[in-house]
């Protein structure tokens, strides 16, 4: 396991304030990823690391920054907050042996 | 543009049936393919494929890849209730992005 945690595990928080959600893993992993799921649309990737300050935009990008400063942490941030960002979030970091991916527990936010 | 599309999106059938999930992709520079089954949270890891013919199998579950005509199949055996489930298909591209199918929902009936 990637020992992945998300926080915050749920939230609720008002349109055009910013959210920052949070991903720890402490396995070391360079790629760490940003998905959001919604009905419908499956698991959709906004944003990707490969590195410490290394990242890159993903098919659902715009709304949304990231940060990596340190290997363990990745860091999502929804500058001012839209109700079509309510959707459940997961990040995921690759497995140990590199032969798949594991995910977080997800965060549920709701922007009202 | 990239995409990985999955059928059926839906699925019910009886305990003890044999299921076959589809994905189909389209993909530049492809890497390798990955299954998920997700229950009521998070996707957890089935199977990930890189070459194409070879049948990886875990229990009742298999899975085989052709890259030839881009598609993966996940057969599941002697289905149970705990099959229940949305099962997911990832193509990863050689840029270490991952772009999911909408899924599969399967639903097994006692």
């Known amino acids: 396991d990637a020992g992945i945690t998300q926080s915050p595990r749920h939230k609720v928080t008002e349109t055009g304030t910013p959210v920052t959600l949070r991903c720890h893993q402490t396995?070391?992993?360079?790629?760490m990823y940003w998905y959001r799921q919604d009905p419908g649309h499956g698991l959709r990737l906004i944003h990707y690391?490969?590195?410490?300050?290394?990242?890159d935009k993903g098919e659902v990008s715009d709304g949304y920054s990231v940060s990596r400063s340190k290997t363990e942490d990745f860091l999502l941030t929804l500058e001012s907050a839209t109700s079509s960002q309510t959707s459940v979030y997961f990040c995921?970091?690759?497995?140990?042996?590199?032969?798949?991916?594991?995910f977080g527990s997800g965060t549920r936010l709701t922007v009202v | 543009e990239d995409k990985v599309v999955q059928s059926p999106l839906s699925l019910v059938v009886h305990e003890g049936d044999t299921v076959t999930l589809n994905c189909s992709y389209e993909v530049t520079n492809f890497r390798s393919l990955l299954w998920y089954k997700q229950e009521k949270k998070a996707p957890t890891f089935l199977f990930m494929l890189t070459s194409s013919g070879i049948e990886k199998k875990s229990g009742r579950l298999s899975s085989i890849l052709d890259k030839k005509e881009l598609f993966s199949i996940l057969n599941i055996t002697a289905t149970q209730t705990g099959d229940s489930a949305v099962y997911l298909c990832?193509?990863?591209?050689?840029?270490?992005?991952?772009?999911f199918g909408k899924g599969t929902r399967l639903h097994i009936l006692p």
């Open positions: 990832a193509v990863e591209d050689r840029d270490d992005k991952i772009i």
């Open positions: 396995e070391n992993h360079r790629y």
């Open positions: 690391s490969y590195g410490v300050k290394d990242t």
């Open positions: 995921a970091a690759e497995r140990l042996g590199g032969d798949g991916y594991t």
